[in-house]
């Protein structure tokens, strides 16, 4: 006999043996100790933790929104999108983009207005 057929052999004498159901049962005595030594191994049951505070539809949008993080990420995008939308209107026009990629037009320090605007004037 081959070693691959004796433990082919093996094999199915352990699986018949097992469909006979005659599988040896732990004692009762056996499983209550058992039994005894796991619930000494788990651990205490938790307290439940006090119901906390109900908070405020900000205090919910701010934390939703990722704290202070987030919030002044939001902040910092609004404030560029009004400086862009007050300041640079003119330019964001196709032609504007246009003169400002081709060259057309120059901006110097000195066409600063008084209230720190551009002046866009012909000439």
Same mark, same amino acid.
């Given at each position: 006999?081959? /070693?691959? +057929?004796?433990?082919?052999?093996?094999? &199915?004498?352990?699986?018949?043996?097992?469909?006979?159901?005659?599988?040896? +049962?732990? =004692? &009762?005595?056996?499983?209550?100790?058992?039994?005894?030594?796991?619930?000494?191994?788990? %651990?205490?049951?938790?307290?439940?933790? %006090?119901? %906390?505070?109900?908070?405020?539809?900000?205090?919910?949008?701010? /934390?939703?929104?990722?704290?202070?993080?987030?919030? =002044?990420?939001?902040?910092?995008?609004?404030?560029a999108s009004v400086w862009i939308g007050f300041s640079g209107a003119e330019t964001l026009t196709v032609e504007g983009l246009q003169?400002?990629? #081709?060259?057309?037009?120059?901006?110097?320090? =000195? &066409?600063?207005?008084? /209230?720190? #605007?551009? /002046?866009?004037?012909?000439?």
């Amino acid at each position: 006999m081959t /070693d691959k +057929q004796s433990m082919d052999d093996l094999l &199915d004498n352990m699986f018949a043996e097992a469909r006979t159901g005659d599988a040896a +049962q732990p =004692s &009762d005595d056996f499983m209550a100790r058992m039994l005894a030594e796991a619930e000494a191994h788990q %651990p205490p049951a938790a307290t439940l933790a %006090p119901e %906390p505070a109900r908070r405020g539809l900000w205090q919910l949008i701010y /934390d939703t929104v990722g704290g202070w993080q987030g919030a =002044s990420g939001l902040v910092a995008a609004t404030m560029a999108s009004v400086w862009i939308g007050f300041s640079g209107a003119e330019t964001l026009t196709v032609e504007g983009l246009q003169a400002v990629i #081709s060259g057309d037009t120059e901006y110097y320090l =000195s &066409d600063l207005g008084g /209230d720190f #605007s551009f /002046d866009f004037e012909e000439g």
